[in-house]
């Protein structure tokens, strides 16, 4: 989730802090730092200088503005399957009334192929009766 606001605020200025020079950090307890770069530290304590390197909470802002671009990345696509599932509901609706509109045409195949089936059982009942008829014809011919 990306930041808003004031966290927003924070954490632009803390990617911008930068140090300006080293600072010498104490070892020995405590947590401020000790002189100027180049002073030597007292007896049992070792000194330790930070290079000028980005702040801690910067790979944090880092995180943050990757996420950012990852959910605008993703919105982006969310936003292009949208486009793809209404071009395909417009079409799926074209071919719905495309469908309607050639249904009675549907229906009347469906009733002429219900008639020519009954006309071919017809035509087979009345070529075994004529079949019936020759036989019968030849069988009288014949006395």
Not at 11 to 37: F, K, N, Q, Y
Not at 87 to 95: G, H, K, P, T, V
Not at 113 to 123: K, P
């Amino acid at each position: 989730m990306a930041a808003t606001g004031e966290e927003a605020a924070e954490m632009d200025c803390i990617s911008r802090v930068s140090l300006a020079h080293p600072t010498v950090l104490s070892l020995g307890g405590s947590s401020e730092p000790r002189g100027e770069p180049g002073e030597t530290a007292s007896e049992g304590q070792e000194v330790v200088t930070a290079a000028p390197k980005k702040p801690i909470n910067s790979s944090t802002c880092e995180d943050y503005h990757l996420l950012e671009n990852m959910n605008k990345l993703t919105s982006l696509k969310y936003m292009e399957m949208k486009d793809i599932s209404i071009n395909i509901s417009r079409n799926l609706q074209d071919l719905n009334h495309k469908y309607a509109s050639l249904q009675p045409y549907l229906d009347q195949i469906n009733q002429i192929e219900e008639q020519v089936s009954s006309l071919e059982q017809a035509a087979y009942k009345l070529d075994t009766y004529s079949k019936k008829l020759e036989a019968k014809f030849k069988k009288l011919e014949k006395r």
